[in-house]
């Protein structure tokens, strides 16, 4: 049975107005995985430099495995500015250690062994690291067993294409995307009109997706497949921020799965634990024990 659950991708460090955390999607993702008593894995690139062994040390007291190709060129930074309801905006460097990560036997010995992995778009924008993605992708089909893709959109600035979006959801099973990013797409496809459930059934056929979650901010969150459609509300919470509350959603989601939690229950687990995370401040605060156990039991 394979057994690593990996976020491959970027990884950073978010510089909020008081302070530095490590982030980037794929990492959350990893890191909440690991969480829930899964083989979470971080796949990314960082410098030779400080930040990068800053990473190493911040990730040596997480129960995660890692490959951090260490390349010549600086570890990740993104300067995150927070609206008054705590929404972040991002301003994403470019040519960084993870825009550079090279596809090696270790990463291919690593895919083959791997049940789940999530991407994004982000990390897709320089050709090297798009290449080693979707080598990754592709290696994880060598013995046939049943895996999860994750292609988590996240489209940021102007960091995507319409071809790379196009190959990513061919690439993938499970599509995860935000309401603004639907609308995004929908344009950039002249999608046919029609209201919102109509449109991501239209691309759950059109892909062959097994699943598309769309969540939708405060207005709740859906689980499309090809047998129905799964809604939730939102919690109503008091915000510290948003930061990796769409990471965790994915993580507790994609782990409920993996326990063998149907996909209503997988998706009302995913909500609770997103709410969590955004009364916390950062990315990938500890986790209540209630929820770790709810999802792993």
Not at 25 to 38: E, K, R, T
């Amino acid at each position: 049975m394979k057994h690593y659950i990996a976020g491959i991708g970027e990884i950073l460090w978010d510089i909020l107005p008081d302070t530095r955390k490590l982030g980037g999607a794929p990492a959350n993702f990893a890191c909440h995985v690991s969480q829930f008593g899964l083989d979470g894995m971080i796949i990314s690139a960082i410098g030779r430099d400080s930040l990068g062994k800053e990473v190493i040390k911040e990730l040596g007291g997480k129960s995660i495995k890692t490959v951090l190709q260490e390349v010549s060129y600086p570890t990740g930074t993104v300067e995150v500015v927070l609206d008054g309801n705590g929404v972040p905006h991002y301003d994403i460097k470019e040519g960084s250690a993870w825009d550079n990560m090279t596809f090696t036997a270790e990463l291919a010995a690593i895919a083959r062994d791997t049940r789940a992995a999530c991407f994004g778009s982000l990390a897709q924008r320089n050709g090297t690291s798009r290449r080693t993605i979707e080598l990754f992708l592709d290696a994880m089909d060598s013995n046939g067993e049943d895996t999860y893709k994750i292609f988590d959109i996240n489209l940021r600035q102007n960091f995507y294409t319409e071809e790379i979006i196009e190959s990513s959801l061919k690439k993938c099973n499970i599509l995860k995307i935000n309401d603004e990013e639907l609308s995004v797409i929908s344009r950039m496809f002249s999608l046919p009109a029609g209201n919102t459930e109509d449109i991501c059934h239209s691309i759950v056929r059109t892909y062959g997706l097994k699943l598309l979650i769309l969540t939708c901010g405060t207005n709740g969150s859906y689980i499309f497949s090809q047998e129905g459609t799964s809604f939730e509300e939102t919690p109503k919470v008091t915000v510290a921020d948003t930061v990796g509350a769409g990471d965790s959603f994915t993580a507790a989601f994609i782990s409920s799965l993996i326990y063998g939690k149907s996909v209503k229950e997988a998706h009302r687990l995913a909500v609770k634990v997103s709410a969590f995370v955004c009364t916390k401040e950062g990315a990938t605060p500890i986790l209540p024990a209630e929820l770790v156990e709810a999802v792993r039991h």
